[in-house]
Nanobody
Framework: QVQLVESGGGVVQAGGSLRLSCTAS????????MSWYRQSPGKAREVVAG???????NYADSVKGRFTISIDNAKNTVSLQMNSLEPEDTAVYFC??????????????WGQGTQVTVSS
């Protein structure tokens, strides 16, 4: 099992910045990819950015050039630096850890979510 604890959400004006962090505990050696998702009221949860243990990243088109995901493997912590925030970025942000176990079994774990509100 893997547990995820997020921090760093809050309220910011448009154009501002926030940094989210997520620390994993438990069977962290099983984690292969860590990602950030977000969900706005009435909308489906969507992936924002992901990073693997080697540091390879991918981003949703809507955040490219504004958000940066990074990982500290020693601390099992993934961070999301969000710059030039827009009201459309308002959502609950969730940390996700993808684990791969012996026998090619895969699991996904979720944090509790942290609210990001961008005012215009």
């Amino acid at each position: 099992q893997v547990q995820l604890v997020e921090s760093g959400g809050g309220v910011v004006q448009a154009g501002g910045s926030l940094r989210l962090s997520c620390t994993a505990s438990g069977m962290t050696n099983s984690i292969t990819i860590m990602s950030w998702y977000r969900q706005s009221p009435g909308k489906a949860r969507e992936v924002v950015a992901g990073i693997n243990r080697s540091g390879t990243t991918n981003y949703a088109d809507s955040v490219k050039g504004r958000f940066t995901i990074s990982i500290d493997n020693a601390k099992n912590t993934v961070s999301l630096q969000m710059n030039s925030l827009e009201p459309e970025d308002t959502a609950v942000y969730f940390c996700n850890a993808h684990s791969r176990w012996i026998g090619n079994i895969h699991d996904n774990y979720w944090g509790q979510g942290t609210q990001v509100t961008v005012s215009s």
